[in-house]
């Protein structure tokens, strides 16, 4: 589940026109990958995924800007 999490994350940043690597981990995918989230990441998780879907580049804009979910500049 844990890399489904951080997929989910990837792919909302790559909306956002944001290079990642298959290991980059930031927010709370660490702990999601250690099994320390709980269903609140789950239900973060089901709204990037929604949002991926919805093809609404201002509610990725919105969703991007939350500090669990923005990629962060000293990733790399």
């Known amino acids: 589940m844990a890399e489904?999490?951080?997929n989910a994350i990837r792919d909302l940043a790559a909306l956002r026109k944001t290079e990642t690597l298959p290991w980059d981990e930031w927010g709370r995918m660490t702990a999601s990958y250690e099994g320390k989230t709980g269903s609140d990441y789950d239900l973060l998780i089901d709204e990037v995924a929604e949002t991926c879907a919805a093809d609404s580049p201002e509610a990725v804009d919105?969703?991007?800007?939350?500090?669990?979910?923005r990629f962060?500049?000293?990733v790399r």
């Open 4 to 6: 489904i999490r951080g």
């Open 62 to 69: 919105r969703l991007y800007s939350s500090a669990d979910l």
């Open 72 to 74: 962060p500049d000293d």
